[in-house]
C-alpha cells in the first residue's frame, strides 16, 4: 500500500471515531472533592446545582440519600471541609470573582448558616484546626490592614473572634494541635524563606531556619504531632532530594526517617488522631505511597491490588476505619471510592466524569 494510501486509511479511521464534546473535558464534574466526616457519620462531596458547584453530603450508610447543603448560584465554591467536631460544614466563598474570599458556616442538622468572617474587602486564611480543640479555629483575616492578616481564635459554636496575634509583616504562620502559634513566615532576598519560631506568643526576631530559592519549593515544615513531642521537616537543604525528618522538639536532635535518591518526597499520611507519620508519596516516573508502619503497608497493598494507575487518601476518620480513595486510572476518568478498613471492602463513591467513560 502506498504512503498515500496508508494515510487516507488512517484518516478514514479517525473519522470514525466521535470527538468528545468539549463540555465533558472542561465542565463542571458530576462529583468532586470527596471527604468524609471526622466521625464517620457523613459523606462530603461538590456537585452542580444548576449548573454552579455546591456542597452535598449524605449519610455514610445511605450515600443515595443526598442533601444540597449550600445554594451558590453565581461563583463555584473552591473549597470546603467538616469541622473537627463532625457537626458542620466550612467553607470558602468570593464575591463576583473579586477573590476576597469569606469563611463559612452551615450546620449539618439544622442546615443553618452563617458568615464567621464578616468583613468587607477581606481575604481569610486557615491557619490550624486541631483533634485537642475540636470546637475552634485559628484563622488569619486582613481586615485591619490588606497587607497583612491578623490571626484569630474562632469559636465554632459562637462564632467569636478572639485576636491571637497582630501581624506586622509575616506572609504565613504555622501552629501545633493545641492551635499555639509555632513559626511565622517570611519570603527573603533570597528567593526563600525565613522561618521565625514564635514562643509565648512572641515572635523571635531573627529567624532559626532559612532556604535560598533552590529549596524554597522542597523544604518547609511538615506539621507536629499531637503530642507536640515530634517537629516533622520535609527538607531538601544540602541534599539532591527532599526528605523527612523528625525533630525532637525538647533537644532540638533531627533524625531523617525517610528519603528516595530518585525524586523528592512529596507528601505524607498522618495518623489524624496522633499526627505520626505513617506513609510518603514519591513520584519518580508516576506517584507511589511507601509505608513506614506495618499496618498501613497491608493497607496500600490491598488498595495496589485493586487500583491500576495512580491513587491518594483524601481523607480519613477520627478511628481510622474509613479512607475515602481518589483513583486516576490513567486510562479513564477518575473516580473516588469508599476503603472500609474493618470490613475489608472498596466500592465505588463515584466517577468524577463519567461521560469520558470509553471516550
Do not use: C
Request: aromatic share 8%.
Amino acid at each position: 500500500m502506498s504512503e498515500t494510501a496508508t494515510l487516507a486509511s488512517a484518516a478514514e479511521r479517525v473519522a470514525d471515531v466521535p470527538l468528545i464534546p468539549r463540555k465533558a473535558l472542561f465542565g463542571n464534574p458530576t462529583r468532586s472533592g470527596a471527604q468524609i466526616s471526622p466521625d464517620g457519620r457523613w459523606l462530603g462531596w461538590m456537585a452542580p446545582h444548576e449548573e454552579v458547584m455546591n456542597v452535598w453530603i449524605a449519610p455514610v450508610d445511605d450515600p443515595s440519600a443526598a442533601r444540597r447543603m449550600t445554594s451558590a448560584k453565581e461563583r463555584p465554591i473552591p473549597a470546603y471541609f467538616f469541622a473537627p467536631d463532625s457537626r458542620s460544614i466550612l467553607y470558602v466563598q468570593d464575591k463576583a470573582g473579586d477573590e476576597n474570599y469569606l469563611l463559612y458556616q452551615v450546620e449539618i442538622e439544622s442546615g443553618a448558616e452563617r458568615n464567621l468572617t464578616p468583613y468587607e474587602n477581606t481575604r481569610v486564611q486557615i491557619v490550624g484546626l486541631s483533634h485537642a480543640m475540636k470546637d475552634k479555629a485559628l484563622v488569619a483575616v486582613n481586615n485591619r490592614d490588606p497587607r497583612h492578616h491578623d490571626v484569630h481564635l474562632l469559636d465554632l459554636t459562637s462564632g467569636t473572634l478572639e485576636l491571637v496575634l497582630e501581624n506586622d509583616g509575616y506572609v504565613g504562620f504555622l501552629a501545633d494541635d493545641t492551635l499555639t502559634l509555632r513559626w511565622a513566615l517570611r519570603q527573603n532576598e533570597a528567593g526563600g524563606t525565613d522561618m521565625f519560631e514564635i514562643d509565648g506568643g512572641r515572635i523571635a526576631e531573627t529567624p532559626r531556619e532559612s532556604t535560598g530559592l533552590e529549596d524554597a519549593l522542597t523544604t518547609s515544615v511538615a506539621g507536629y504531632t499531637v503530642d507536640g513531642k515530634t517537629l516533622y521537616w520535609i527538607d531538601s537543604r544540602g541534599r539532591n532530594t527532599a526528605a523527612i525528618f523528625a525533630e525532637n522538639t525538647e533537644t532540638g536532635e533531627r533524625t531523617l526517617i525517610a528519603a528516595d535518591d530518585r525524586a523528592d518526597i512529596g507528601g505524607t499520611m498522618q495518623h489524624p488522631l496522633t499526627g505520626r507519620i505513617e506513609a510518603y508519596s514519591v513520584n519518580y516516573l508516576k506517584r507511589e505511597w511507601v509505608a513506614l508502619e506495618p499496618e498501613i503497608e497491608q493497607a496500600l497493598a490491598f488498595l495496589r491490588e485493586r487500583l491500576e494507575g495512580e491513587f491518594g487518601v483524601q481523607s480519613r476518620t477520627d478511628a481510622d476505619d474509613k479512607w475515602i480513595i481518589g483513583h486516576d486510572p490513567l486510562t479513564g476518568p477518575s473516580r473516588t471510592l469508599i476503603y472500609d478498613r474493618a470490613a475489608g471492602t472498596l466500592e465505588e463513591f463515584y466517577v468524577t466524569r463519567p461521560e469520558l467513560e470509553g471516550a
